[in-house]
């Protein structure tokens, strides 16, 4: 029981991210502060290295997930505008 509750727990906690990342793809640009996003990117990824220890996939896949948001947060963080052209 105790395990479906993990993995029912990392479900959601993955899923979590989910919103703001459709948000930023869909505007092309993240909202997020940059020390929010590097505090959240720093401790998913630590975290993610320490459950190599424990070996505990419901967390791993968790951690994983969130990584992978995150970068797409970034790069829409850090991603120079384009102008779209002008036709006369």
Wanted: charged share 15%.
């Amino acid at each position: 029981m105790m395990e479906v509750i993990g993995w029912i727990g990392g479900i959601f906690l993955s899923l979590c991210a989910v919103p703001e990342m459709l948000r930023a793809i869909k505007d092309k640009q993240c909202y997020i502060g940059h020390g929010m996003l590097f505090l959240w990117g720093v401790g998913e990824v630590c975290l993610f290295i320490y459950e190599f220890k424990t070996m505990a996939w419901a967390r791993m896949i968790n951690y994983l997930f969130n990584i992978i948001c995150i970068s797409i947060l970034y790069y829409y963080k850090f991603k120079k505008p384009t102008l779209a052209p002008h036709f006369a």
